[in-house]
């Protein structure tokens, strides 16, 4: 059964950084492409970066955002960096249905639970 878990939200202060985890199983990371996702309190859904299946990346917001995985572990990372206020949201990975990255959100079809990210004085 596909699954994805992410962890490492947390509260942080402005002008802070924050690594973030989307453990996968049931596949392995070479199957498909992987974005991460946000959703802000009365925002649509945006994404943020992908990595494909054969370990391409791509950025869809700014470079503050780093997106890159491990094999070994089967686990895509997004590190952020220079986080202030508007930062704050719910993060989610998910699968494309194909193994390149695309922008729209309806390819995308398994999803993580989401992680939360605060950033505050």
């Known amino acids: 059964q596909l699954q994805l878990v992410e962890s490492g939200g947390d509260v942080v202060q402005p002008g802070g950084s924050l690594r973030l985890s989307c453990a996968a199983s049931?596949?392995?990371?070479?199957?498909?492409?992987i974005g991460w996702f946000r959703q802000a309190p009365g925002k649509e859904r945006e994404l943020l970066s992908c990595?494909?299946?054969?370990?391409g990346t791509i950025n869809y917001l700014d470079g503050r955002f780093t997106i890159s995985r491990d094999n070994a572990k089967n686990t895509v990372y997004l590190r952020m960096s220079s986080l202030n206020f508007d930062d704050t949201a719910v993060y989610y990975c998910?699968?494309?249905?194909?193994?390149?990255?695309?922008?729209?959100?309806?390819?995308?079809?398994?999803w993580g639970q989401g992680t939360q990210v605060t950033v505050s004085s």
């Open positions: 998910a699968t494309n249905s194909v193994p390149g990255c695309t922008r729209q959100l309806i390819s995308y079809d398994h």
């Open positions: 990595i494909s299946g054969s370990g």
């Open positions: 049931g596949f392995t990371l070479g199957q498909y492409a």
